[in-house]
Structures are given as C-alpha cells and as structure tokens.
C-alpha cells in the first residue's frame, strides 16, 4: 500500500494524536484506517497493533488481547503483537498467557536481551503462582480432612481455625467452596465442643462475604431443613451466637451491593431480612446476639432497597416490640447482662437509630412513609392500667429517639398523654420513671415544648419534688430544663428568667457530678438536662468555670451512649457558639429597627456571648482535652450530632495554637471521617477545619502516612463553595499538600483539583487569584502535570497567557505574591523550548520581563533572569530577541548593580549564552554597547509604567482625577 494513500494518510493523522496521548481520537482513526486497508494486508496487520497499543494505554485491556489476536491471525510470528498481548494478559490478571506470549515472543527475536529478561520475570511470577494454587489446594484438602476426621480435639480446632483463614482469601475461598466444605461442614455445627460449632460459623461468614453466590449458597445451606442459623443466632454460647449473626450481616452485605434485581436475588434477600426480624424478636436471643442483629439493620438500612423490604417484613413492628421490653433504669440492670430473653441497657437507644435510618432510607419529600407512621402507632397502644402501659411507653420513647415528630404524633393521639398523667400519679415507680422519661422526650420537641409545659410542668414538678429515687428526679428535672431552654438564646425570648435557668442548672449539678452508679443513667439525664440550658449564656459560663461538670460532661461524652450523644454535642456548640450566625448587614439592621417599631421581639444577643467570652470558653474545653470527647462523639450514628462535632473542632482549630492539640488528641484523624460522613454542612465544616490545619500545619506531621491523601477531596470540595474564604483556604490547603509529594499532586490532578484551582485564577479577588496560582506552581514539580503546561499539545499550554500576564510589576493591580508565584512558575515551566518560544510570540512576554528587571525586588530580578537564561539556552534564534538594546542594557544594568550573587550570576550566564550563540564577539563588547546607555535606565522605567498604565485603559487625566 503506498505510503500516500487514504489510509495511510488517516493512520499517520491518528499516529499524530497517538504522540499527543489523545488515545481515544488516535483509537478512531486507526479503526477507520483498518477498514480503509482491507482485512488481510500488512498494513491493517500493522494498523491492528496501533489499535492494540491504544488500549493498553486506556486500560481496555481484553480489548487490546483482540486487536493482537487480528494482527496475529494476519502474520502468527510478529514479535510486537506477542508483546503486546503479553503485556495485556499480565494486566488483566492472567500471567500465564502473559509468560506464553512472551516466550514465544523471544523464540522468534533470540538477539532481543529485553524481551529474554522479560520472559524470565514472568516465568518466575509464573512459578510462584502455581506455587501458590498447589499450596492452597493442598493446605485445603488437608484443613477440611483435618477438621471434619481428625484424630484429637486440638488437631480438629486448630484445622478449622486455619479453613477461617483460608476462607479470608479467594482463592482459599473459591477451594473451600469447590470442595463442597458449605455442605460437609454442617456436621460441625453439632460438634460438642464450642470453638469448632464457632469456627465453622465463621467460615461460612468469610466464604459468605467471597460473593453473592457463595453468599446465597450458605444461606440456602444453613436454613433448609433445620434451620440450623435460627438455632445457632439463639444459642446460650455468647460466641456462638455472635458468629451466627455475623453471618446475617455477611450475606446481607453481599446480596444487598450487587445491584441484581432478578426474582432469585430478591427472594435471598427477603429470606435474610426475615430471618433478622425474627432474631430481634426471638425472646430466647442473648441481649448482645439481638443488638448485633439491630445493628445490621443499622449499617445496611441505606443500601439498595433493604429499609422498604425490612420494614415490610415486620422489621419496624419487631424493633418497637424489643424497645418495649427495655429494662427500666430502677433495676439498675448492667449492660452487660445476656441472660436469654433480657434486653441491654443500649438495646433500646440502638433500637432508636436503626429506627432513625429506616425512617431517613423510607421518607419521601422529607415526609415519613406511611407504612412507617401506621407500624409506629400500632405498636404504641395505651390501656387503663399504669404498669402495663410502661411497654407502650418505652415503644413511644423509641420513636421519639428516632423521628421526634412521629413519635408527638403518638403522644398527642388519642387519650396518651392523660395516661401518661395517671402513670405520673400512680404508686409503681417504673410507671411514674416512665412517664417522666417520656415527657422529657417530648420536650425535645422546641415546636410542641411550649404546649406541654402548660400540662407537663406541674406533673414532672411534683415528681422531681418527690422523696423519688434519683433515676426519677433527674428525668422530671431535665423535662423542665428542657422547657426552660425554649427561647434561651436570646435573653429577651426566654420562657423563663436568668435566675430560674441558673437555679435549674444548680440542681442538676449534683445528679451530674455525684453519680456513682455503675450505668451513669443518672449522669447521662443530668448532662442532657445540661445540655438544653446552654442556650443560654450564663449558664454556659456557669459550666464553664466549674470543672467538675466539666469533667462529668467529659465522662458522658466518652461513655458512647447514642442516646445523649446529639445533645452533648450540641451543648459544645452552644459552648463555642459554632452554630450559624446570620451575617450583620446594614440592611439587617434597618430590618431589626422596622421589627422593633412595629413592636415585634427581635432576639438579641447575650453579652456573655461576645468574642472575649467564647475564645476563653473555647481555651477551657482544649485545656480540659475536650478533642478526645470530641472524636469519640464523631463516631456517633447520627449525623446531626456529627455535624455538631465538625462544628467544635472547626471553633478550635480557628485559633492556630490550637491546632497542635486538635492534632495529636486525634481530632485531625476525626474530621477526615466527618468530612466524608456527615450532613453537607458538616461536610463543609469539616472540610475547612483540615484546609486550616494543612494551611498552618507541616501536612507530613499533621496528616502522616497515607492520611494526606485522604485531605485531598475535601479540600477540593472548598474550591467550588459559594463563599471566597474557604475557597482561598481550600486553595491554601492544596499549596501546602501539593508540596509533598508527586503522589499528593496527581491525587490532586484526579479529583479534579487541577482546573478548578486554574478558575481561580479568572477571579477578581486578587487573593484567590494568588492562591491558585501558588498551588499550581507546586504541582508542576510532577512531571505529569508539567508536560501539561509545558508541552505545545499540552491541555493547559494556552493558559500561559495568563502567567505571563499575572507576573507583571507594573499593573494597577499588582500583588507580589501573585507576581512571584506567576514569575515563579514560568521560571520552572521555561526549562521547555515550547514555553520560551511561547513567552517570545507573546505581545507582552519581553515587556513583562523588562517590568521585572527594573523593579526593586531582587527576588523577581532572579526570576526574570532564570526566564531569560533558559530562553537563551533554548535556540539562538530564541536568544536573538535579547539583542535589542534596551532589554540588554536593562539586564547589563541589573547583573552589574544587584548585591545578590544569585542575581549577579544568573545575569552573566545570561550574557554569556549570547556570546555562545556567537551574537556578540565577548562579554566585554556587550558592555561597551551598552555603557553609553546606562544613563537611561531611568527614563525606560518610566516609560515601562507608561506602558503599563496604556495596557490597564488607565490614561493620565484619569489618575488625576483619581487624586483630586
């Protein structure tokens, strides 16, 4: 085929995009070439493995094995098709072929050293592969003969301790399974000694965890005939029957993240979530067996469909029925008691959050789902009789832990809350704890907590009043504190006066600081209670100078109890004040003063509340460690509490002494998981709290091991924020990060840090502009991203207008940050002739660098004369531009006058490279020419600034005007 045909033509255009990296188009064309080759010739042969190149390139790596296969099948011995092939087979996981390919390969090209030296490496990867399969098959077959056959007890433990090990990797997995071990290891499920019954159901979890059908295949296993996993989950072994449900949350997890829709996967799945329900409603199931099952609920309630299908399979009925069976706090019942049929202490505070995430996985348009209402309210019916409505009563309780608006709607259904008064005046002690519990609850609510402070007040009044145990009192009490803090911000909306909220906190100190009981119920009570009075101020400086409620808080917070953790969390923003503040702005003020003619309560702020008040306050808590409490509280399962705590840690990591603290009490490691896991305030607050320590902060020290590169998303996510301060800080952050390593830069250049800090570049506001400009010097030091800029076809080789532009000295608006890190970058990116020919052909390039020359900033004298030397070294044609006299008496100027030897060498390197390229005959003969000119030095800047002044549309009668 002659070179000028069609099709050559179209193969040599897709060779040109192939040196550019433009795989894709190169790919087209090369396709479109073979087409125009016909299928048998030597050139679509040649074509094909282009084709096969460009895959490989892409990472289509089975795609790339068939454009070889064509190439192959026109010419079977052609070296670089086998080579390519190989290097696809590798790829994609498959060494053996790879090794195949490529000792044929060398066979047919025996002079070919790197293929030979290829050919061996595989060999070897290939060897100790098959190492590898016969040690596992045979480590297989030997653990499941050991295990099911062994001679002693301890030979049979330790062969199934090792099939739970095998079982963690695929290919152990896929020979346990191939083995039939789901089958013939049902008998151990009978074996007398309970380490083989709990090993073996380990096994199965891992196997299960393998994949959907290894999951659906012990499911199937477990359950036929005697449903040998309903057994196992209820068994009186507490290990026993914690490995049983793990398999429930193994095989869940491995149906639920498929995505398979098909009837066989759902049927699986209904199975599983059936068999969940009846775990938690099981009476004979230990307390910690259940609490593992609610938990699956928990993890998985967002994933795929699997809250709709829990929830129609009975799950929120079966959660409520274990809520209503809490033990009451009079019982002081440890939580770790797992008698058969006993609920925990966190039972139902855990029954509450998975409650909360089938509510959030099931609502629509913010609403809860119908279904949902309906099972809440059935499972919430009250009687006559005081003592058999604490059940309802603690299934109410539930609900409001999780949906505080369903939960109301129970209380103000029907006859509930006169039942609730009766359970108040009546003689039993779980009944009236219960119905204080369960007002204090529905105080939560700030919209309901006025309408029941006139009905609740005087009943939690008399209880808190009472000769009562301290489980009692405390809750009638934060009921109160609860309707006392509605409108506690603002001291002239309070519902009750300064003095009553400082007598209210002054009586739950001692339940706070005094509780010795082993639970902490009452402590947990005297926190929460705490907690709502922080609204207001001077309760927050009461707290805040008693570091024996400090220190009680302190214990609360670092208990994990879920049921108190959204308040403790909310206590600490009212302590810091990191709550939303709406921004003074004039026309909010004249809109304050309109409210208060018209006679309307505008909320004021506190004098407790102002800066000095809130930076010691926040001095405190850093003091008193209060970071650990924080991280410990971050892990919570609720995201508002955890958007609370993104809140704290950002008002301390405000102050920069703080930062070292926040870092090593693990509240840097704390806020990367709230920045991924959070609401999406959190998540921006998160965010911003990590920028300001990367910005302040060594990010090695800060971040160490793979950690920074965790950093890099959500200091990206401030780029693309509304408000320019945390886009100049997430722009800081990736400065710094960005000087570390390449592996930082490219994870930049990933998540698509890289245009979005050039965008900045476009913005008015000179420090934003500064602050991308200065994180992408940084990133040039990859190669990657340097060949970007630096190479004609790179993709941001037309945006060094821009640099060239932004190192200007004479400008109206200049910044010497923005002119260092732009003149800075261009020093670095002229190590490449495309650049320099670039800086030449731009209308402003020479201009620009005279503007540095004449400055007085012997830093940006360096940088031009880097930018100049390298210019010069590029070509002699590049060099002749500095010929002209007024560029080379001005760099004569500066090399004979600067006092910085960095300057004064660079110059003569410079001057130097003239005399190379043979422009001037020495270096002598260049400072003749410009000895009689030095004297206008002077009137060149001059007319520089006049220049300048022209390019920014800025003429004299303007300025003047300007001064006038």
Sequence with gaps: MAESSPAAAVKEEGNQLFRKRDYKGALKLYQRAVDMFGERSTDAMNTHKNIAACHLKLKHYLKAIAACDAALSIQPDDVKALFRRSQAYEANGDPDKAFRDMATASKYDPQNESLRLEAARLMAVTSERINQRQSVDHQTTEMMKHALTGDTLDKRRQAVKNCVVLAREGAGARKLFQSGAVDSFLALLKDEDEDIRTHTLHMYAQLAEQSPAMAMMVLTTLTKDNDRLTAATASSEVKEARAAVRILSCVLQSLAETGDFSPQHAAALDSILALIVKLIKNRKVQSDARDLGINIVMKHAKTGDVARRFMKAGGVRSLLLTAALAPSPLLAMESSDSKAGRMSSETRGQVSVALQKVHEATRKKGQPDEEFVADCLAQASFGNDPVANIQPTNAMIAVMLAVIDVGNQILESGDVFSCLMAMADSESLEAQCAAAEALAFAASDKKRARGIMLEGASVLKKLYAKDLPASIRVRALCGLCKMGAVGAGAPNQRSMETSSLIALAKKLRPFLVNDTSKTGDVQRWAAEGMAYLSLDADVKELAIQDEDILRAIYRVCMSGDATVQYALANMLVNLTNSFDKQEETEEREQLKKLGKFAGENIPEPHPKDSDTFVKKRIDKLVEMDFVYALAELGKSESMGAKEQVARVLLAFVEEVE?????????????????????????????????????????????????????????????????HQLLQYEGAMALTNLASMSDELRLKIKREQGLSRLEDLMFEEDIRLRRAGTEAIVNLLYCDDIFKLFAEKGGRHFERLKLWVLFSGVMQADFDVGLCRAASGGLALLTSSPDVCQRIQEEPQGLQILKELLVCDMPELHHRALYIINNMISASKELAQAFVEKEILMIIVAVTLTSKDTNVQSLGQQSLKGLVDHGLFESLEAIQQLTATSMHELQSVTERLQEDARRRDGIDDDEEEEEEE
């Design 658 to 722: 703080h930062r070292g603290v926040v870092i090593s009490q693990g509240g840097a490691k704390s806020l990367i998981s709230l920045s991924r896991e959070n609401t999406d305030k959190g998540k921006v607050k998160a965010a911003q709290a990590l920028a300001k320590i990367a910005i302040t902060t060594n990010p090695s020290t800060a971040f160490p091991g793979q950690r920074a590169l965790e950093v890099v998303k959500p200091c990206i996510s401030l780029l693309s924020n509304m």
